[in-house]
């Protein structure tokens, strides 16, 4: 059976697992913002593209070298840009792998399967990304234009800011009114939520103390709303010094936009609490292509 290597090409990140045993046991993350700027142009610029290229190239010939057969998927950025297709198919050309562009319920619903499927007993999945998040149930999915990068750039280009620490109380409005327009949410009994993704496992590690991203220790982490909103605070005051921590650096200028709107997801989900896992679309991508191969057998 074939072993794979996923390349998930994100708005915020490229990030890439080798397959061993079928797991994904290491994620690693390159931040290339490739879908800076979305929000206001609708276009990948060229050079988060070029980067984002470059990455993709080198972790396409790694897969190949250890024997991997390379996969590579995408999300909200290049499905929504005007250009994600062409870029799509210049990384085909350059590296030789097909990009699966996913609409924004199948990313919903591999994120998932790759959290949920293994019988965690949680019964809703929140994810949030850097172009969107989604919010899935086994009976409902659904993809919303909001996530880190996509709110900074919405936030920074309605009252023309710098950065997220500049009128911080104004931007955190701005996102308020741009997610409710955006999050058409029905109503939903949510008994155990559990989140994915950077922006949720980054904070569980804040919220555990950690200095060093340890996965075991993060899914140990339960965030409370009232926790998050601490760490909103306690973000906002740290200021620039942000970008020392060293959990911070490749994100610090986004993840107060991303507390947010996780803070005021669980707002609108009702949830006082809600789990953590790395097991995430990867995972669920991952699922997909075995499930893919031995129909095909």
């Not at 994100?251 to 609108?268: K, P, Q, T, W």
Request: include cysteine; charge should be negative; proline fraction near 2%.
């Amino acid at each position: 059976m074939t072993e794979f290597a996923v390349i998930d090409i994100g708005s915020n990140s490229i990030r890439y697992a080798e397959e061993r045993g079928g797991a994904l046991p290491e994620k690693e993350i390159y931040t290339t913002r490739l879908g800076s700027g979305l929000a206001e142009t609708g276009l990948l610029a060229k050079e988060t593209m070029s980067r984002s290229l470059e990455v993709i190239e080198r972790l396409a010939s790694r897969a190949g070298a250890a024997g991997l057969k390379p996969a590579a998927y995408a999300t909200s950025a290049v499905r929504d840009a005007e250009n994600g297709r062409e870029f799509a198919a210049l990384v085909e050309e350059r590296t030789g792998v097909p990009v699966e562009i996913l609409e924004g319920s199948e990313e919903a619903r591999l994120a998932f399967s790759g959290a949920v499927g293994n019988g965690s007993g949680y019964d809703t999945l929140l994810d949030i990304g850097g172009a969107s998040m989604q919010v899935v149930r086994a009976d409902y999915a659904a993809s919303f234009p909001a996530g880190c990068v996509r709110c900074g750039d919405v936030a920074r280009g309605a009252l023309r800011l710098p950065d997220c620490d500049t009128l911080w109380s104004t931007q955190q409005m701005v996102v308020d009114g741009y997610v409710d327009g955006v999050m058409d949410l029905p109503k939903l009994e949510v008994k155990a939520l559990v989140g994915v993704g950077g922006t949720i496992t980054t904070l569980a590690a804040l919220e555990a103390g950690l200095a060093v991203f340890d996965r075991s220790a993060v899914e140990t982490v339960t965030l409370t709303r009232s926790g998050v909103r601490r760490l909103i605070s306690r973000l906002a005051e740290m200021g620039a010094k942000r970008a020392e921590h060293p959990l911070l650096r490749e994100r610090h200028d986004v993840i107060l936009y991303g507390a947010y709107i996780l803070h005021h997801a669980m707002e609108r989900l009702k949830a006082d609490s809600m789990g953590v896992s790395c097991a995430d679309g990867m995972e669920g991508y991952l699922r997909l292509l075995k499930t893919r191969e031995a129909d095909d057998e």
